[in-house]
């Protein structure tokens, strides 16, 4: 059972630098998630993936954010002139679309960004 | 507009003893409400479900609770263990995400379990 997996755990990254994050979700799974979690909140919902198309993005999702899941597998969360706003952490789920009443979703363990 | 709203920052429990963690809700057509769990260097981890068609579901020592009435659901933890020392988040569907699993999270609420 190899999870969900993301890389890298953390990232500190100066003020207008550019940043990718990566999601591997479970193998099966063909709906993935992006959320963001910051101090004191729960995760807020960013973007949703079923296979290569994206389906859906948040408000929260600046025009400084972009998503791709350009196979259906692995995705990537790319942040163009990071904000000290955008420090948080990133968390990517997966889903096979099945259970998601009964049993949730499987998240990764996120993505740190700290923005100097 | 937060849909799902824990009030409670934090709860010190004394080991063997009953936690009990709430949330209250806005939208009452939500259809099912989960509880997750997550440690620290952790993502969120699923601890147990509730359709809104029931009232109770128990799972080993976690037992949720719902009162539709008020808009209110609880989740009990008995008996309490220094493990269960973590941040709980009661989630329900997010605004046009219930055909896709989109969640909207309350803005959880730490346990802390002391020997």
């Known amino acids: 059972d190899t999870g969900v997996s993301q890389d890298p755990r953390h990232k500190i990254t100066k003020r207008g630098q550019n940043v990718t994050f990566r999601c591997d979700p479970i193998?099966?799974?063909?709906?993935l998630y992006w959320y963001r979690q910051t101090l004191g909140q729960g995760p807020e919902f960013l973007t949703y993936?079923?296979?290569?198309?994206?389906?859906?993005k948040s408000r929260l999702l600046s025009d400084r954010f972009s998503a791709e899941r350009p196979k259906g597998s692995f995705s990537t969360l790319e942040i163009q002139r990071t904000e000290q706003g955008d420090s948080a952490m990133y968390l990517c789920?997966?889903?096979?679309?099945?259970?998601?009443?009964?049993?949730?979703?499987?998240f990764g363990s996120g993505t740190r960004l700290t923005v100097v | 507009d937060q849909q799902v709203k824990q009030n409670s920052p934090s709860l010190s429990v004394q080991e063997g003893r009953i936690s009990i963690l709430n949330c209250d809700y806005t939208?009452?057509?939500?259809?099912?409400f989960l509880w997750y769990k997550k440690y620290p260097a952790e993502g969120p981890t699923f601890l147990i479900s509730?359709?809104?068609?029931?009232d109770k579901n128990e799972d080993g020592r976690f037992t949720v609770f719902l009162n539709k009435s008020a808009k209110h659901l609880s989740l009990h933890i008995v008996p309490s263990q220094p493990g269960d020392s973590a941040v709980y988040f009661c989630a329900g569907p997010g605004a046009g995400g219930t055909s896709y699993g989109k969640l909207t999270f309350g803005q959880g609420t730490i346990l802390t379990v002391h020997p």
């Open positions: 789920a997966s889903s096979s679309g099945q259970g998601v009443s009964n049993y949730g979703y499987t």
């Open positions: 509730i359709s809104s068609i029931k």
């Open positions: 193998s099966e799974h063909n709906r």
């Open positions: 939208n009452s057509m939500f259809d099912y």
């Open positions: 993936f079923q296979n290569e198309a994206q389906l859906e």
